[in-house]
């Protein structure tokens, strides 16, 4: 079974330019999540959501920050403009929200260096 | 808010020890993730713990739950090196019932285990 898919896997950018990254979920997960990891620290949530509705984006900072997922499938995740506190690890993790157990399996992240 | 603290942050371990790492968090929850994470790569998933002591095993670590004192464990038995990793333990911001599906994360336990 195919894992959490995410690319790019590394992005260079200058400040104040656009950068996006995509995440394909495992298969039959309804539920994707989006986190920011930095250096030395837990993963912290950005949003979350259940099929196509943003359930959780309080975490979200949405001067600048912006997410998607058409279908409920494949999510998008951008930033317009960058700025250099951005430089992070942009992880992308799917679960299957029902009953019982929730574990969230995650991607490989995205490493956004901001110049 | 839900704190979650790990202690130690950072353990240099000799082969064949024993050790334990700490998780506490900060309000009621009963539902409880335990992550590694190699260097550059992503988290994978070691344990679920769903219930006041919840106790899982998985070879040389073992992990447990105490919903009262708001307190996991993670047991190292016989480190070896291939144990060598960062752990983070993850509360779901839930009490009871199905999940909320929103993890907080602590800071991690960067473990080296040597010869």
């Known amino acids: 079974e195919a894992g959490v898919v995410q690319s790019p896997r590394y992005k260079i950018i200058e400040k104040k330019q656009p950068v996006a990254f995509w995440c394909n979920p495992i298969?039959?997960?309804?539920?994707l999540y989006w986190y920011l990891q930095n250096l030395g620290q837990g993963p912290e949530l950005l949003i979350r959501y259940e099929n196509e509705e943003a359930v959780d984006d309080s975490q979200l900072p949405k001067d600048r920050f912006s997410a998607e997922r058409l279908k409920g499938v494949d999510s998008t995740l951008k930033i317009q403009p960058a700025e250099l506190g951005d430089s992070a690890v942009y992880l992308c993790a799917s679960s299957w929200t029902g009953t019982g157990t929730t574990t969230q399996y995650f991607g490989p992240g995205t490493r956004l260096t901001v110049l | 808010e839900l704190k979650v603290e790990q202690n130690p942050l950072f353990l240099s371990m000799q082969e064949g020890k024993n050790y334990t790492i700490y998780c506490n968090y900060s309000t009621t929850s009963d539902r409880l993730y335990w992550y590694r994470q190699d260097p550059g790569k992503s988290l994978e998933s070691l344990f679920v713990?769903?219930?006041?002591?919840a106790v899982k095993q998985e070879g040389r670590l073992m992990a447990s739950l105490d919903t009262k004192a708001r307190l996991s464990t993670l047991h190292i038995t016989a480190a070896v090196h291939d144990l060598s990793a960062t752990y983070f333990c993850?509360?779901?911001?839930?009490?009871?019932?199905?999940?909320?599906?929103?993890?907080?994360f602590g800071q991690g336990t960067i473990l080296t285990v040597h010869p």
């Open positions: 713990l769903l219930s006041n002591g």
């Open positions: 993850a509360v779901d911001a839930n009490a009871g019932g199905t999940s909320y599906g929103k993890l907080t």
């Open positions: 298969s039959g997960h309804n539920t």
